[in-house]
């Protein structure tokens, strides 16, 4: 046991997620913007959420359209992701910006990256206001994935994935990797 | 760009952060759930969401108590973390099996792991039912860590915290670290 000390009511939760969410605004503008405060939050129905202060422009987008995709970035494109978390679509084209690939969603009003290896098409069925975010929760229409990052099963493999995580404090992107084992056999080590 | 495979509306999206929920039951015994369909949801009041199953000994904790805590597991803890996350705390006592020590929060009617570094004190403030999850959206109270994970700033290192990540997939742990760079210094690249 160590001993710990209060850093006060601070939403320090390292690592978080990096995803790149897709969404139209009213004139049909593709816009891609970086969300680390996301996650999964039901199986049945699958469903992710997504936090979002109404100051950015996607928040306004996602609001009229009521769906968005998650794309998920790869190392290679960390610098790109950046970029779309630092700029508002309300200034800047930012898919012309990074020369990459808005493509119309099958089953959502929403564009995904051509580029990214794994995305998700997302109608969202709920809002919560919290304070400064909303909380969008929308169902998982379906996941796409390029053929080159499906395992033998295919399932996505995360090492072929190769995406990304946010840190809180430097501000910074880590990679990931090193398999650390499966959750079965690494339990069965203490069940012994 | 790279033709794509539809893989259906199932809940894919690695990696996921894995998060140690600890809670007392009625008769005041802490348990330790291992969760990865988590995630911060605001910054002001700073907010996280954690979505459990009805079945889990946790989701009923969770409803008595209005409170938990989270625990992030160093790769060290990998298997106690697993563990966690395979056995229910109805069948058996978690701290006793690993050897790990519960110590009651300062702000919330919780326990939380004191052989893990970083750990977050959360009052429930709403609750969103989704099908089979039901989301816990709780107020962050205070945020504690030992010294050894935090840099000359006072802030969490993510290296030094050694966090892991799961893929759905593999059933997985993967290890975090190598610094891609920081945020804003990487989006300069795109807007030169």
Same mark, same amino acid.
């Given at each position: ?26 004139a ?23 936090a ?24 290679? =494109? ?13 200034? &800047?084209? %930012? *898919? #012309? ?12 009003d ?33 996941v ?23 840190? =809180? ?5 880590y ?7 499966? &959750?079965? %056999? *690494? #339990? ?5």
């Amino acid at each position: 046991m160590s001993k710990k000390k209060s850093l006060g009511a601070e939403t320090i939760a390292p690592p978080s997620p990096v995803w790149v969410i897709g969404s139209y605004d009213a004139a049909g503008k593709p816009n891609m913007m970086t969300a680390s405060w996301v996650g999964v939050c039901c199986s049945r129905p699958p469903c992710v959420m997504i936090a979002l202060r109404e100051a950015t422009y996607t928040h306004g987008n996602i609001m009229k359209r009521r769906a968005f995709t998650v794309n998920m970035p790869p190392g290679r =494109y960390a610098a790109e992701t950046a970029y779309f978390g630092q700029v508002s679509g309300r200034d &800047v084209d %930012k *898919l #012309a910006a990074t020369g990459l690939t808005a493509v119309k969603s099958d089953s959502v009003d929403a564009p995904y990256l051509g580029e990214f290896p794994l995305i998700i098409e997302c109608a969202v069925i709920k809002t919560v206001e919290l304070g400064l975010h909303t909380m969008f929760i929308a169902e998982i229409k379906d996941v796409k994935a390029s053929e080159s990052v499906l395992d033998e099963n295919g399932t996505p493999d995360l090492e072929k994935l190769d995406p990304f995580v946010f840190s =809180y404090g430097s501000g910074g992107f880590y990679g990931t990797g090193g398999f650390l084992g499966n &959750v079965s %056999k *690494l #339990a069965e080590d203490i069940k012994r």
